[in-house]
């Protein structure tokens, strides 16, 4: 499996993830299919981008950083097309992606290992 | 009549004993150590002008055993290329029939000192695996050490590692050779101790490793883990069915543990190895509890 397949799988299983926990805010209960797609279409996205750029480049912290940054891009847009709650879905967002720009990172080592 | 002073008669001996190098290209400067077989002195190649370590047999033997043996040595060294052995250039006799050899001058701190010179833990097992690495390729060309310890360890000032006196060497599967003890107590692995050079294998070095491991450690004043206590305690097993195979086992033992990987030699608790797994993943950690401690602040927050 190379990174951005990697990173497509974590993304979107992160994703599902990250929707679910809508759960626990009643009011968005009602949404929660459409959130729960919406995250895993973003964390698939996130992932892609950040696997692909982990296959380019080798480093820990960068891949960090980049993941943090595209996370946050990310969900900004969502943020953007919701008209708030700003705050709520950018700061997870933003950790996903940095969680998963660290293992795509770490996985190309143990594959090289 | 008046006796000479002490000082004089020890120049005398001194005078006497020094080997005679005139009709060779080589010039002594001073006495660099003593082993069992030989004297170690820094030479000159005139010739060349570079410094060079001239060993010559301390005794002139009847039976020309002593000289066989160290230049069986050399012949060893000769066929050992490799960055962690010093390079002979030379294997001459003198006038007086004892044998010598030229080798590479190499600048350094024995492994002992250098261990009690507090390096830092990743420094010890640098230098050990380089030390496995040296030790591996002369088992790869049928050639066991027999007195591996820190005294024949050199650690170089740009951090080369050179594993020195091969005097007791064998080369395997040569013809078969008569039973002695040849090595350091304290280091000999128990058949070796034995006598049994039939029994002696890439395992003796091995028990040798393991002991040499542990004096590289014990002056560590940080906390030793005990998987690290556990590697050099299978390595140096009484039983050598109980120890690694081979030293590549042994070295790759060492960078299981480098890279927080489970260590054959020791069986961890589940404490133990989720700690580990923990501090192997120390960042993933951070982010997932990070992520996980602001969904629960989150919840707080937006809560009616």
């Given at each position: ?21 809508a759960?626990?805010t009643?009011?968005a ?42 996370g946050m891009?990310?969900a900004f847009?969502v943020a953007l097309?919701q008209h708030g709650y700003y705050f709520e879905i950018m700061l997870p967002g933003s950790l ?18 | ?293 602001m969904r629960?602040v989150l919840f707080f927050l937006t809560?009616?």
């Open positions: 499996m190379n990174r951005p397949v990697f990173g497509l799988l974590l993304g979107g299983f992160l994703g599902i993830f990250d929707g679910l926990t759960w626990f009643p009011a209960r009602a949404g929660l299919l459409g959130i729960v797609i919406g995250s895993t279409i973003k964390g698939i996205i996130t992932g892609v981008c950040i696997g692909y750029f982990a296959k380019k480049v080798h480093s820990l912290g960068l891949g960090i950083m980049f993941g943090l940054a595209v891009f990310l847009l097309m996903l992606g940095a969680i998963v720009g660290f293992a795509t990172q770490r996985y190309k080592a143990e594959a090289a290992a | 009549m008046e006796s000479l002073p002490d000082a004089v008669i020890g120049h005398m001996r001194e005078v006497v004993t020094e080997p005679d190098f005139s009709g060779s290209p080589y010039r002594l400067i001073g006495e660099i150590g003593r082993g069992g077989m030989g004297v170690v002195y820094l030479g000159l190649d005139t010739r060349l002008g570079r410094r060079l370590a001239l060993k010559v047999l301390r005794i002139i033997d009847a039976d020309g055993q002593a000289a066989e043996r160290m230049a069986e040595e050399a012949r060893i060294l000769a066929s050992l290329e490799h960055p962690g052995i010093v390079p002979i250039h030379d294997l001459g006799t003198l006038p007086d029939g004892r044998i010598f050899y030229a080798m590479k001058f190499v600048e350094g701190t024995r492994l002992d000192r250098y261990a009690h010179g507090d390096p830092l833990l990743a420094d010890r097992l640098r230098v050990f695996l380089r030390i496995c690495e040296t030790v591996s390729f002369a088992h790869s060309q049928g050639v066991i050490h027999r007195d591996l310890k820190p005294a024949n360890i050199m650690v170089g000032q740009f951090g080369e590692v050179l594993v020195l006196d091969w005097g007791v060497a064998k080369v395997t599967g040569k013809a078969h050779e008569p039973s002695l003890t040849a090595g350091t107590p304290g280091y000999m692995a128990p058949e070796q101790v034995a006598g049994a050079t039939d029994q002696l294998d890439a395992r003796s070095d091995v028990y040798s490793l393991g002991k040499t491991l542990e004096a590289l450690l014990v002056t560590y004043t940080g906390q030793i883990p005990k998987r690290l206590q556990a590697i050099w305690k299978k390595a140096s097993s009484a039983d050598r069915g109980a120890r690694y195979a081979t030293v590549l086992d042994l070295a790759r033992e060492i960078e299981r543990f480098q890279i927080g990987d489970r260590v054959l030699a020791y069986r961890e608790t589940i404490g133990e190895r989720v700690g580990r797994l923990a501090t192997r993943n120390r960042t993933l950690v951070l982010l997932v509890a990070a992520y996980l401690a629960i809560k009616p």
